[in-house]
Structures are given as C-alpha cells and as structure tokens.
C-alpha cells in the first residue's frame, strides 16, 4: 500500500530533514520500505503538505509519479520548512486514472489528510456508506478510488462539529463494519495536532523528551533507528503534539455517559533517549542521495 508521515512541533523545520535526509525517510520508502506488509514499490504519486507561518490553511505539492523522479521536489524539500505537515508515497490499490488528484495528502480548511491501507469490496461495500453524504460531497470528491471516499467521510464529521479523533474512530469503525477487513490506518493533521489510527498495517511514533525537540512524529515506518520509536498496537487511535503522545484502544466506542469516570489514556514514555543528530547538513550537501536502479 502507502507510506506516510506526519509531525507536529515548536519549531520549523526543513522537510527534507524529515523526509529525504534520514536514511531510512519517506523519500527511501518510496522504493525500499522495511515494515511495508502490503505491495513493495509506491511509485503510484506523491504529496506533501505544510503551513506556514500564520496561515492556518496549508499548502500542497503533489504529483502522479514517484519521488525519485521528481528533481524539483529536492530543492522544495530543502528550502521549505514548517513546524506541522504531512507527506506520503503511494501504491494504488487498483489502477486509475486520476493522476495527483488520487495522492495524499487530501485537504480542506485548516485540515490534511492521508490514508494507508485499502477498503475490502471497494466500491460496493461502502455505497451505502457514501450515499449518507449529502450530494454536493459525492460530487466534489478529488478522485475515483477508496482514500478520497475515506476522507469525505471523514470532513463530513469535522464540518458537523466532531473532534478529531471522534472523527477519525468513527469512520474507521463505520468503514470496518460494512467492509470487514478493510486496512485503515489515517492521519489528520490541523497544524496544531497529528491524530491518527491504526487499524490493519503498522504505525510508529516518536515523541519529544529530556534533550529532544519538542515534536512529536507518527509514520507508517521509522526513518531511522533511533531506539526511542514506539509502534502503536493495532486498532488504537493516537493523538500527537509537541507536548506528547497518547493512545487509547479503537476496537469498541468510549462510553458516553455523563457519569462515567474517563478512561486514562495510555501515554508514551517520557524517558527517551536523545535523537542523533539532525540530518540538515547531510541533505543540504546531497539531498536524493540515491535512486532505484
């Protein structure tokens, strides 16, 4: 399937510090994934999305191709920083004709979106799902394929007033139970906050501490093998700031009762280790370090 990233921090950063220069980023992925369970190249298009500095609404770049073949995206990556965005590659699930349009990241508002997985019996199983949206949405989805679909579903619920990871838990519950064995692994990021799931394929996180940024990151895969990654057990829904991770089981609704006691939610641990050191000067010198043969 995809490959995606997003993170969330005090302070701008260069993307291509946390996409290209890692030796293993989101720019390797494309081509040389490690945790990868489904498909093996994500040559299928590309996105990244960043804000800048007080602009809530983010900017995007995206195209049909793969990363590597994309000269222009080095030099994006190596002048463009942000303190918030989301990136991804992707493998198509079935062929189409879509173009960039069919990439992530999807957008609107304040609000970027990914989706890593595939919907089972895609379209059928989930039309009566998409025929609960109001029209003007049908009409107004970027592309023909599962993600777009996901993400309508998704805005549907923040444009009526739902949280974020109300949202998210919902649709991938909603998703699951009219398409069983359905892959929903999401990221939402607003620039302020990464909420994500992990339903069906791998999630990993990685949090400030003592002696780190204040950032916190959440991604398909590691981008490279600083001990402190967590990896998100299957169906938890995880929201991420420069404050910190938490995480909370997805498989059943919270209990909405007035009285009911909130449950504690599981927390990463703040002891980390401290991060190598930054990879700027390693991607100013040499930002696509290498390509697929």
């Known amino acids: 399937m995809c490959r995606h990233i997003a993170w969330v921090g005090d302070d701008a950063v260069p993307l291509g510090e946390l996409l290209v220069a890692p030796p293993h980023g989101l720019h390797r992925q494309s081509w040389a994934p490690r945790h990868q ?11 990244v999305g960043w804000y800048a500095p007080g602009d809530p609404v983010p900017g995007r770049y995206r195209r049909a191709g793969p990363v590597w073949g994309d000269p222009s995206f080095a030099d994006l990556a190596r002048v463009v920083r942000s303190a918030a965005g ?26 970027l979106f990914s989706h890593n997985g595939a919907v089972a019996g895609w379209p059928g199983s989930v039309a009566a799902l998409a025929a609960g949206l109001p029209p003007a949405d049908l ?8 993600s777009a679909l996901v993400w309508a579903l998704v805005l549907h619920r923040l444009r ?37 799931t992990a339903w069906g394929d791998t999630l990993w996180y990685l949090g400030g501490g003592p002696g780190r940024r204040r950032r916190a990151v959440v991604a398909s895969e590691p981008y490279d093998d600083d001990p402190a990654w967590c990896e998100a057990p299957d169906r ?20 909405r009762s007035p009285d009911a006691p909130a449950a504690p939610p599981r927390t990463a641990s ?9 990879h700027a000067a390693r991607a100013a010198r040499q930002p696509l370090e290498e390509y697929p043969a």
């Open 160 to 196: 009526r007033g739902d949280t974020t990871p109300d949202a998210l838990a919902g649709v991938v519950r909603d998703v699951a139970a009219a398409a069983p064995g359905s892959r929903l692994n999401l990221l939402l990021v607003d620039g302020t906050a990464v909420t994500a």
């Open 37 to 47: 369970r489904y498909g093996t190249v994500n040559a299928d298009g590309f996105g």
């Open 139 to 146: 009409l107004a989805l970027e592309a023909r394929n599962d």
């Open 236 to 255: 938890t829904l995880l929201t991420a700031t420069a404050d910190g991770v938490a995480l909370r089981p997805l498989d059943r609704p919270p209990d």
């Open 86 to 111: 989301l990136a991804a590659v992707r493998d198509a699930t079935l062929p189409g004709a879509d173009a960039e349009a069919a990439a992530a990241p999807f957008a609107s508002g304040p609000w």
């Open 270 to 278: 703040p002891s980390f280790r401290p991060s190598p050191p930054p």
